[in-house]
Antibody, heavy 116, light 111 residues
Framework: QVQLQESGPGLVKPSETLSVTCSVSSGSISSHYWFWVRQSPGKGLEWIGRIYYNGNTNYNPSLKSRATISIEMSRKVFSLKLASVTAADTAVYYC??????????WGQGKLVIVSS | QAVVTQEPSLTVSPGGTVTLTCASSTGAVIGASYANWFQEKPGQAPRSLIYGTSGKHSWTPARFSGALVGGKATLTLSGVQPEDEADYHCLLYYGDSQVWVFGGGTKLTVL
C-alpha cells in the first residue's frame, strides 16, 4: 500500500500563496492520478484537482483560476499551490491516489490556517 | 458545476440496516460515474470503502455494499456496528469535464 504524507507551512497570510507537498513512499509515483482534497472546518470534502504522472491536470472549476498542481517524479512528490488565499481557504488539505477511477490511499492531512 | 446531494444525517439502531444515497444534479448516476464512498471519523483522514459503484477494497468490511438504485449511487450498511458511526462521503466522476465532485456528506448516528 502506497504511503502519502503532506507537508508545508501551517500558517499563511491572506493574499499570499498556500503551498502543500505530498510525498509518496512505499510505491511508485509513475502512473495513476494524484489528488488534492480539502475540508474546511465543519464542512464536507472538496475536490481541488488532480495530476497524472505525465503532468496532465484537471481542476475544480471553482478553484481553477487560483490552483496549480505539479509533480516531481525524481523526488516522488506532487504539490499544490493556491494563490490569493483568504480565510475561506483555511482547511485540512489531503492528498490521495486514484487508480483507474478508484481512490484508495490518503495522506493524514495538513491543517493550513489563513490568518494575518 | 454539478452538485452531488447526500442525506445530511441518518440514524440507525445497532444491528440494523441503513442505505445512504448519492444523487447528481445532472441526471442519473451511472456506472461511468465511478462512485466512490469514504468513511470519515473525527480527527482522522477519510478511509476509502467503495469504488466503481460496488467494488470493495481489501479492508472494507463485508457489511458495507454499494449499488446503483433508482438513478442514485447507494451505500448500504447491514448489521450496523457502533463503530460505524461516522460521516460518509460519496464522490462522483464527470467524464465530459474530467472532474470529480464530492457530495455534502451524511452524518450517520448509531443509536
Amino acid at each position: 500500500q502506497v504511503q502519502l504524507q503532506e507537508s508545508g507551512p501551517g500558517l499563511v497570510k491572506p493574499s499570499e500563496t498556500l503551498s502543500v507537498t505530498c510525498s509518496v513512499s512505499s510505491g511508485s509515483i509513475s502512473s495513476h492520478y494524484w489528488f488534492w482534497v480539502r475540508q474546511s472546518p465543519g464542512k464536507g470534502l472538496e475536490w481541488i484537482g488532480r495530476i497524472y504522472y505525465n503532468g496532465n491536470t484537471n481542476y475544480n472549476p471553482s478553484l481553477k483560476s487560483r490552483a496549480t498542481i505539479s509533480i516531481e517524479m525524481s523526488r516522488k512528490v506532487f504539490s499544490l499551490k493556491l494563490a490569493s488565499v483568504t480565510a475561506a481557504d483555511t482547511a485540512v488539505y489531503y492528498c490521495a491516489r486514484e487508480v483507474n477511477w478508484k481512490v484508495d490511499s490518503w495522506g493524514q492531512g495538513k491543517l493550513v490556517i489563513v490568518s494575518s | 458545476q454539478a452538485v452531488v446531494t447526500q442525506e445530511p444525517s441518518l440514524t440507525v439502531s445497532p444491528g440494523g440496516t441503513v442505505t445512504l444515497t448519492c444523487a447528481s444534479s445532472t441526471g442519473a448516476v451511472i456506472g461511468a460515474s465511478y462512485a466512490n464512498w469514504f468513511q470519515e471519523k473525527p480527527g482522522q483522514a477519510p478511509r476509502s470503502l467503495i469504488y466503481g459503484t460496488s467494488g470493495k477494497h481489501s479492508w472494507t468490511p463485508a457489511r458495507f455494499s454499494g449499488a446503483l438504485v433508482g438513478g442514485k449511487a447507494t451505500l448500504t450498511l447491514s448489521g450496523v456496528q457502533p463503530e460505524d458511526e461516522a460521516d460518509y462521503h460519496c464522490l462522483l466522476y464527470y467524464g465530459d469535464s474530467q472532474v470529480w465532485v464530492f457530495g455534502g456528506g451524511t452524518k450517520l448516528t448509531v443509536l
